[in-house]
């Protein structure tokens, strides 16, 4: 019994939209969760994705996988929350706020009158303004209540760089830091391949990566969004292998560096808001915030982030 209980990962999410389900699916593939739990308000909806995911349990691990109710999320180590009004054609993460707080103050209230020792793991744009909601309406710790943040800007900001230069993205190590949408921040001075600085690596590498270049990259990806919704219609598949990342680093206890969204208290001199900087990511969710020496220009752009997030969060009400 002993060893069940120890080898036991009960996941719940929240919300079996196009993120939701495809978080689900990621997860039974990779094995990492032993019962996944899909909560909606659409249950029919809900049920159809829990019957789909089942006809393949004879090519996985085994798993438990069912539509459940705010009930089933007591004993989870992760519950994570994908549910929400989603991102429209021309619509900003931030245009989302104010009918996302209301939906979210409900949620987050139905979860912790069941379970308060879970990790919370906010997908829901904008994400680092629902994290902040998330914290301050749980009353939980500042470490048991995570956004994915800027983990997945972070992926986009290396795959651009590595098509650009012909490296393995796994290789190219850098990160996109504050609020996951328009005031992000690449932190170019800190990026690193092959154990060289950007700049040195230019100087060995045929192509060649000015301003206009690094611009170039970073517009990519901050639009990135922008540019995929006005295709299909919405981001799934990229969003979900990130928060599976996420959820690796939490039952395996990792002790893992990305780029969450948590809260801060003091960092760089900013406090009170829920921005994206190297974390460690642990069983408990947020272990301990790295320090990230910035340069003028990054750190003038991450106190603008900042400070606009803070702006939003002081009209909500919560």
Same mark, same amino acid.
């Given at each position: 019994m002993a060893i069940k209980s120890i080898m036991r990962n009960k996941v719940v999410i929240v919300g079996s939209g196009n993120v939701g389900a495809t978080t689900a699916y990621t997860l039974m593939i990779s094995g990492r969760a032993t019962e996944i739990v899909l909560i909606d308000i659409n249950k029919? $909806?809900?049920e159809g994705e829990v019957m789909? @995911? +089942?006809h393949g349990m004879a090519f996985t691990d085994p798993a438990t996988i069912y539509a459940g109710d705010y009930n089933d999320c007591k004993d989870a180590d992760i519950i994570i929350i994908t549910a929400g009004a989603n991102q429209k054609p021309g619509e900003t993460r931030l245009d989302l706020v104010y $009918?996302?707080?209301? *939906?979210? %103050?409900? *949620?987050?209230?139905? *979860? *912790?009158?069941?379970?308060k020792n879970a990790v919370l793991l906010v997908v829901t744009n904008p994400v680092d303004i629902l994290t902040y909601? #998330?914290?301050k309406v749980s009353g939980l710790s /500042? +470490? /048991?209540?995570?956004g994915s943040g800027t983990v @997945?800007?972070?992926?986009?900001? %290396? =795959? #651009?760089?590595s098509s650009h230069c012909g490296i393995d993205p796994r290789n190219i190590h850098g990160y996109i830091i504050g609020e996951h949408g328009d005031t992000e921040v690449a932190v170019w001075s800190r990026l690193t391949i092959g154990g060289n600085n950007i700049e040195s690596f230019c100087e060995l590498c045929d192509h060649k990566c000015g301003k206009e270049t690094k611009k170039m990259i970073f517009q990519d990806v %901050? +639009?990135?969004? =922008?540019?995929i919704i006005n295709r299909k219609g919405a981001t799934y598949y990229a969003v979900s292998l990130g928060v599976l990342r996420i959820v690796e680093a939490i039952l395996r206890n990792e002790s893992s560096i990305l780029t969450i969204s948590s809260y801060l208290d003091g960092y760089l001199g900013i406090d009170d808001v829920c921005l994206s900087v190297p974390t460690i990511v642990s069983r408990k969710g947020r272990a301990r915030i790295i320090p990230l020496t910035l340069n003028n220009d990054e750190f003038a752009a991450f106190k603008e982030s900042a400070e606009q997030i803070k702006n939003i969060i002081s009209k909500l009400n919560i």
């Amino acid at each position: 019994m002993a060893i069940k209980s120890i080898m036991r990962n009960k996941v719940v999410i929240v919300g079996s939209g196009n993120v939701g389900a495809t978080t689900a699916y990621t997860l039974m593939i990779s094995g990492r969760a032993t019962e996944i739990v899909l909560i909606d308000i659409n249950k029919e $909806k809900t049920e159809g994705e829990v019957m789909d @995911l +089942n006809h393949g349990m004879a090519f996985t691990d085994p798993a438990t996988i069912y539509a459940g109710d705010y009930n089933d999320c007591k004993d989870a180590d992760i519950i994570i929350i994908t549910a929400g009004a989603n991102q429209k054609p021309g619509e900003t993460r931030l245009d989302l706020v104010y $009918k996302n707080t209301e *939906i979210f %103050k409900e *949620i987050i209230g139905n *979860i *912790i009158s069941v379970e308060k020792n879970a990790v919370l793991l906010v997908v829901t744009n904008p994400v680092d303004i629902l994290t902040y909601v #998330s914290l301050k309406v749980s009353g939980l710790s /500042q +470490n /048991q209540v995570i956004g994915s943040g800027t983990v @997945l800007d972070t992926a986009r900001f %290396k =795959y #651009s760089i590595s098509s650009h230069c012909g490296i393995d993205p796994r290789n190219i190590h850098g990160y996109i830091i504050g609020e996951h949408g328009d005031t992000e921040v690449a932190v170019w001075s800190r990026l690193t391949i092959g154990g060289n600085n950007i700049e040195s690596f230019c100087e060995l590498c045929d192509h060649k990566c000015g301003k206009e270049t690094k611009k170039m990259i970073f517009q990519d990806v %901050k +639009n990135a969004a =922008y540019e995929i919704i006005n295709r299909k219609g919405a981001t799934y598949y990229a969003v979900s292998l990130g928060v599976l990342r996420i959820v690796e680093a939490i039952l395996r206890n990792e002790s893992s560096i990305l780029t969450i969204s948590s809260y801060l208290d003091g960092y760089l001199g900013i406090d009170d808001v829920c921005l994206s900087v190297p974390t460690i990511v642990s069983r408990k969710g947020r272990a301990r915030i790295i320090p990230l020496t910035l340069n003028n220009d990054e750190f003038a752009a991450f106190k603008e982030s900042a400070e606009q997030i803070k702006n939003i969060i002081s009209k909500l009400n919560i």
